[in-house]
């Protein structure tokens, strides 16, 4: 359903759906999916009026996908679980326990390497989103998309075991840079998103 186009599943008109074209919203899933608040940015519709496309869009079958801030919670919660785990290894280490807070240290550093890997495919997915006004030139809709990704960078360097801290610091500095370039409106703005979309999907692997 969601490869519907906007036309037959919402009803949208031929000139509403090039404003939402220019905001990088071109099927009934992406408009599901969408921040309303961008798009109306973007495309210049009123966003009562996206609010419902995006009724009529999720009623004919393209649910959104879950809210990064509930995905951003999930995290969290690992990382707290993660810290429980890891103090309770130190006190096995003080018991003398050496090989089971070992074990038990591997398995907190995968739980670690999980949480970071959901947080690089969530950016990886709005980083996409915001090539596409970058590669449009919306600045004002890659600025606010921008930003859902930086949110993503920093959980990773929250959770991010030691053995990661180092690459998680450089795709801190590439998001430092893709900001720096598309609040500057720099043409090399198209380059620094494929470095930083190259450097989430490295944290995403894991071993």
């Known amino acids: 359903m969601s490869e519907r186009s906007l036309s037959d599943a919402v009803g949208i008109d031929a000139s509403a759906l090039e404003a939402l074209g220019r905001a990088g919203v071109r099927t009934?899933?992406?408009l599901a999916d969408a921040d309303p608040d961008a798009v109306a940015m973007?495309?210049?519709?009123?966003?009562?009026?996206?609010?419902?496309?995006?009724?009529?869009?999720?009623?004919?079958g393209a649910k959104a996908g879950p809210s990064p801030v509930a995905k951003g919670w999930l995290v969290?919660?690992?990382?707290?679980?993660?810290?429980?785990?890891?103090g309770w290894a130190l006190i096995a280490i003080g018991s003398g326990k050496i090989r089971k807070a070992d074990e038990i240290r591997v398995a907190a550093e995968h739980k670690?390497?999980?949480?970071?890997?959901?947080?690089?495919?969530?950016?990886?997915?709005?980083?996409r989103q915001a090539r596409l006004s970058v590669n449009n030139r919306n600045w004002g809709s890659a600025q606010t998309t921008m930003m859902k990704v930086d949110g993503r960078v920093r959980l990773i360097q929250q959770?991010?075991?030691e053995r990661r801290k180092k690459d998680a610091e450089e795709v801190r500095q590439l998001m430092d840079d893709l900001l720096e370039a598309v609040s500057a409106q720099s043409a090399d703005a198209s380059q620094k998103v494929d470095a930083l979309e190259a450097a989430l999907d490295k944290m995403r692997e894991t071993e």
């Open 112 to 127: 670690l390497d999980a949480a970071v890997s959901v947080a690089a495919e969530d950016g990886m997915t709005e980083l």
């Open 28 to 30: 009934v899933r992406e």
């Open 42 to 60: 973007a495309s210049g519709i009123p966003v009562e009026r996206i609010r419902d496309w995006q009724q009529r869009a999720r009623r004919t």
């Open 76 to 86: 969290g919660a690992i990382g707290v679980v993660v810290a429980i785990i890891l």
């Open 159 to 161: 959770v991010a075991s």
